[in-house]
């Protein structure tokens, strides 16, 4: 099914079709999860909508503790994958051009923005298009602006992009060959510009979703259930702490001397007959059981969120080899990979949208030369660069580890294509320096047979 097809049928044909598809429920729905995630960032948790008590005849306002754990735990999966640029391989000619694409589109940041978006809200959306017919650039698409139209076989066949600005509705439609764009500024809708859509239909960027294979699930939504028990837990115990604990003073038998107990103590006496008590008495603190819960909820956290306890000072790191820690960051590798996969395959979708692009540049591959591009992601993971270096070597000198490879897994070198030309130049250098040198030797000793003759 085509995108008349689609419009005909669902749509009855109406010029106006991707109003009533914005407005759909189920983009409605997924637009309103998406605005109540970034209402969680923001700060807005589930404990500040907790309800003043009344305590000692007053009204008391209960405290309401918000821990932001979510943003260092979206911090933590962003940067352990991203914080290393990522590595462009594959033959020569053709990574020396998308390594200057890279570089002039800014690439590497905006990979690491749409990772972010991807796991805060489970998609994002990424236009590539031709910049003054000479830079190829992306634009992102927020979740919430962003809705593409799939047709009965789950293939993407439009997208429009629709947000409002001072009351103003305004639609970008793509399709294939087209992009519209729209907004009714004075009450009417309108047309108010056509363009070539020289790239295609926008690069959707998910996650996972067991629901809904075209829409993916935030990483947000794993969290919050345990992030509002350890919110509600700690304000309760530190209400408790400070409403529960105060003493009241208890005195058995009679006092000796004076009109009851005074105001302030401090610094006074009591007289008190024989065989009278006094003492404070007092709800008792379980702090162990505060502890015990407390941890059992951010442990809880921490497995459903792949962060190893050493990430964030939990565990004792003293005298630990390289194995040992990769062995303790198991979790959060398994979670970067998986996270890999997604971003591979909307930057795979973008190389695609990229060559098209080029081809309108005069610049174009062969079939082979494209296929053979390949992604290296680089894992923030602590190691012993020494350690690293020493195995590569080794198995360098024993023939087990070509130059190229060596140099992709090499920790200080981030473009292997530019680390690769520099050591032919070097290489080429040297050569030319011995040659002359040699040369040199020749005619120095020709000279000094020449004078023995």
């Known amino acids: 099914m085509n995108l008349e097809q689609y419009i005909k ?53 209960p405290r ?82 962003g809705f593409p139209v799939w047709n009965d076989e789950n293939e993407m066949i439009a997208f429009i992009q629709a ?17 519209e764009t729209y907004n009714n500024k004075g009450g009417q809708l309108r047309l108010t510009g056509r363009y070539a859509n020289l790239s295609g239909l926008p690069v959707v960027y998910k996650t996972m979703n067991e629901v809904n294979e075209n829409e993916g699930k935030s990483e947000l939504e794993n969290w919050i259930s345990i992030l509002d028990s350890l919110e509600d ?7 408790a ?34 065989g ?19 941890e059992t909820l951010l442990n809880a956290l921490y497995t459903v969120a792949h962060l190893p306890a050493i990430a964030v000072g939990r565990t004792d790191i003293s005298n630990v080899s390289t194995e040992a820690v990769r062995i303790l960051y198991q979790m959060a590798l398994m979670k970067a990979g998986q996270n890999e996969q997604y971003v591979k395959e909307g930057i795979e979708q973008r190389f695609e949208r990229i060559r098209k692009l080029l081809e309108y540049k005069g610049v174009t591959f062969t079939d082979d030369e494209f296929d053979s591009l390949g992604l290296v992601f ?20 024993m023939g087990g580890l070509s130059l190229q490879t060596m140099i992709e897994q090499n920790p200080y070198v981030h473009d292997v294509q530019q680390e690769m030309m520099r050591l032919k130049e070097e290489n080429a250098t040297i050569s030319s320096s011995e040659f002359n040198n040699k040369t040199q030797d020749v005619v120095f000793n020709e000279n000094v047979n020449a004078t023995k003759d």
Do not use: C
Request: hydrophobic fraction near 35%; aromatic fraction near 12%.
């Open 9 to 61: 049928e669902y749509h009855e044909g109406r010029s106006d079709w991707f109003i009533e598809e914005v407005q759909s429920v189920t983009n409605q729905q997924r637009v309103m999860n998406v605005l109540n995630l970034k209402d969680y960032l923001d700060g807005k948790h589930k404990i500040l909508q907790k309800q003043n008590e009344k305590f000692a005849g007053k009204e008391y306002v």
């Open 64 to 145: 309401k503790i918000v821990l932001n754990h979510a943003l260092t735990l979206l911090n933590f999966q962003t940067s352990f994958l991203l914080q290393n640029p990522v590595t462009i391989t594959g033959k020569e000619r053709i990574v020396k051009e998308y390594q200057k694409v890279n570089q002039q589109g800014k690439y590497d940041r905006l990979n690491y923005r749409i990772l972010d978006k991807m796991l805060k809200y489970g998609q994002v959306y990424e236009y590539v298009y031709l910049e003054n017919n000479k830079t190829i650039k992306s634009k992102l698409i927020d979740a919430s602006e």
């Open 163 to 179: 947000y409002t600005v001072n009351g103003v509705d305004y639609y970008i439609v793509y399709s294939e060959d087209v992009v």
């Open 233 to 239: 837990l700690i304000s309760k115990a530190t209400d």
């Open 241 to 274: 702490y400070y409403k529960y604990i105060t003493g009241v003073p208890v005195i058995t038998g009679q006092q000796l001397k004076g009109e009851g107990l005074p105001v302030d103590i401090v610094g006074a006496g009591l007289n008190l007959d024989d």
């Open 276 to 294: 009278a008590t006094f003492e404070f008495v007092s709800n008792k603190f379980d702090s162990n059981a505060f502890d015990t819960l407390y």
């Open 378 to 397: 680089s894992y923030q993971l602590p190691s012993s660069d020494k350690e690293v270096i020493e195995n590569m070597k080794a198995l360098r000198e």
